[in-house]
């Protein structure tokens, strides 16, 4: 269906690189020595003048030397030929075991030591590998060799799309074509081109990573916005966002170009946010040296370049659909400002009324017939802890009352979540559930009405020190929350190997950080970025510890090899989003209402859609159901060719389907213990209103900082 291109949000200007014809003759001459105009049903000379990598580098790269552009044009002919390669051998042929044969092969060319090359790209691949690892450090090389083997591997998940004709959900789309459409490779390049090697102890932060992923996604939905012609009407891809949004939305392709044009503006406006305030934070709180933080700004301006150039050439590019009316090298419309303000303007505690919708549910929940002694001694383990006595500072108020631990009955819950383990593990596992969910109310009551980040980040380092993976205690607990952690970790931790210490460490510190988050949108009043809230979301819920206790459990550990396949690990996302979204559904009025939160998808895609609350439950719902469809497709089409191909034998079969009974049982037993605890009834709601948690500067948050800034607190 012919279409209008949007009004593209283009804070950053193009500039071109002086050594672009240099780039042109360069690569002209090395695409010939690689062999790439060999088959001309493939690329044929003509295409690659057409195409002009040489340009595209030039505006993406605008102050590289020419060696260098040199360089960094050799490896996009490369990137472009490899698709259009595979294209031509395995998608059109639909050759699902060819193309799988040939991604392996590529891999060994990827190392000091390569084989001889039987086809132009693993030629092109050796010689571009000898030029472009020797100047940079072994960690740069992991890093790259993972989002190569993304970029050239996860061709086979739209292989696989076309094989079997479905659609992805927005949620898989997008993560998925962050592997297979190369930015975070590009990212990688960057670094090279412009000198800018992020140094490793923060190359993995949420920052970086942040705006990483952003830039990502902008480039690929961009590059989706031009291509659409190209790649769905002309070559049957199913892999376009337009598309995506057709057929998630039901909607025209117009409206797809819109939903999408309007992703990629507010992916660009979380690159500004997170570039502008999360940033500084983390060059101060890992003392960058000078230098070091030097090339970590230099790697975001070479994100910005990228962007500007990038849709400079996809307007000057024969490869793509031309913009009816083309606009300046800058374009930032009222829309586009309004659109990024809009996070900022959402009046906490609005009344919020949300009507439950039908959940689906595939899956029978199964009770753990140890189910009334769990619920016996939670109830004391929460009053020994001190969940229900007053906080300091209050002593008149307590975050939770007996009736109220008897009430959330998060025994229910584990007894669905592990319907077979025995009594002291499903004990075990309801007061983790209990300490999770107190901490949960703890910290944005607290740390978030008081507006007292320094509080949550002090809070966050004694609760690490608390988890020694030594076992040997570095501090005290002083508080509730803290009794009960080194009371959960005592007894979790203790039969453990160190590794599985450290693995469930690390775990429970990367849910701190993300309440961190929270607290931080929290004093900025700032509704989340629609692709940031669900990521994060999975943190914030607690996905990673429920995964891990869950397998620790399992009488038959899933392997860590097949934990990382790309089959394995979107099945957990499938999962994990379903309960966030069906928590997010049945704690939308108290949160948004009665607590003041931000934290919730149906405030975030009310804010993204400028919608009503009905309107963003539907999508919500939608969601929902789509993550749920998809885990079942994986479940039952995607995993087990995933074990043919690899010969699975019956102990790594058995695990596996553990693994997925498991994922079930969770899915299915959330969803039962939302529909019968009393948290999210209107009579809690209204008694717990009855005490507003809004302490200024100087409140319980602030104290909380001030005591425990006086406590020791030794190294995790």
Known sequence: MPYELPDFYLPYPPRLNPHVETARAHTRAWAARMGFFDNPDIWTPADLEAHDYGLMCAYTHPDCSATELDLITDWYVWVFFFDDHFLHAFKRTKDLRGGQVYLDQLDLFMADDPPEPTNPVELGLKDLWARTVPAMTDAWRRRFVTVTRDLTQESMWELFHIDSGLVSNPIEYIEERRKVGGAPWSACLVEHAAGAELPARVAGSRPIRVLTETFSDAVHLRND?????????????????????????????????????????SRLHQFEHTALTELPALLAEHALAPHEQDRVLRYVKGLQDWQAGGHAWHLASSRYTKARRERGPLNVSPAHVKSGLRNFTYRPFSETTVRLPHFPMPFTVRDNPHLDRARAHNQRWCVEMGFTTALPGLPSTALWTEGQVKGFDLALCASGLAPDVGAEALELATDWLAWGTYADDYYPKVFGGGHDLTGAKLSNRRLCALMPVDLVPLTLPVNAMERGLADLWARTATPLPADERRLLHDEIARMLASWEWEIVNLIQNRVPDPVDYIEMRRLTFGTGLTIRLNRLNSPHPLPDALFGTREVLAMTSAAADYACLVNDLYSGQKELQFEGDLHNSVLVMRNFFDCDVDEAVTVVTKLMCARLAEFEHVAANDLPAMLDTRAADDAVRAAVGCYVTGLQDWIAGILRWHEQCSRYSETELRRGSAVRWTQGPTGLGTAFSRIHSLLPIGAP
């Open 225 to 265: 916005l031009f291509s659409y012609q190209r790649e769905v009407v002309a070559e049957g891809e199913l892999s376009n966002s337009v598309l995506v949004c057709e057929n998630f939305f039901g909607c025209g392709t117009q409206q797809g170009v819109e939903i999408t044009n309007d992703m990629i503006t």
